[in-house]
């Protein structure tokens, strides 16, 4: 069975328009980065709150939403699992500059009293997460460390399989596709 009946296509033909549309997409990619002044990390590299609040009747988030305006107006408010088993899942950045355990405790007790002083209803907290700043700066050099070294055990195989300037070129398209996906 013969799928092309002529398998001769020319596909070195359109390098340079290939050439020119990655390129085009990563200065895009990059310039969008510079103009938001870095790329959006969530708590886990900044530092922040993850709170599950367990409400004893149904709530929904929009006066959660409401009654966290006066503690930050950069907080997530989402339901958390199931509609039924009332839970409501809170993110907040750090707020404090410091890192102290008395510190990053204390937006999360400035959570509790603004729901308690919106009377919102009774609830109690099933999950508290608190993660400072140099977690996250830890984490994120881990990150990119085993980036690097997994993209040079590839560039590694394939130079000793096959040809050094084989697996720089496997690198470079790593690469290119990293950047393109940010």
Do not use: C
Not at 30 to 53: E, N
Not at 67 to 77: G, R, Y
């Amino acid at each position: 069975m013969r799928i092309f009946a002529n398998p001769n296509y020319n596909f070195i033909r359109w390098r340079w328009h290939a050439l020119a549309l990655s390129l085009a997409i990563v200065v895009t990619g990059a310039v969008t980065i510079a103009q938001r002044r870095g790329l959006a990390l969530g708590i886990d590299f900044t530092g922040g709150t993850v709170m599950v609040l367990q409400f004893s009747q149904s709530t929904s988030e929009e006066p959660v939403r409401r009654a966290l305006e006066s503690v930050s107006k950069e907080s997530v408010v989402q339901q958390f699992g199931a509609a039924s088993d009332n839970r409501i899942l809170i993110r907040l950045p750090q707020m404090t500059s410091a890192e102290q355990g008395a510190g990053l405790e204390a937006d999360a007790n400035r959570v509790q009293e603004a729901l308690k002083a919106a009377n919102i209803g009774s609830f109690e907290v099933v999950n508290k997460e608190i993660v400072g700043p140099v977690m996250g700066r830890d984490l994120q050099l881990k990150g990119i460390y085993a980036t690097v070294l997994s993209l040079l055990g590839i560039m590694a195989y394939i130079a000793f399989r096959f040809r050094l300037s084989f697996g720089v070129g496997a690198i470079v398209a790593s690469v290119h596709d990293i950047l393109v996906t940010l």
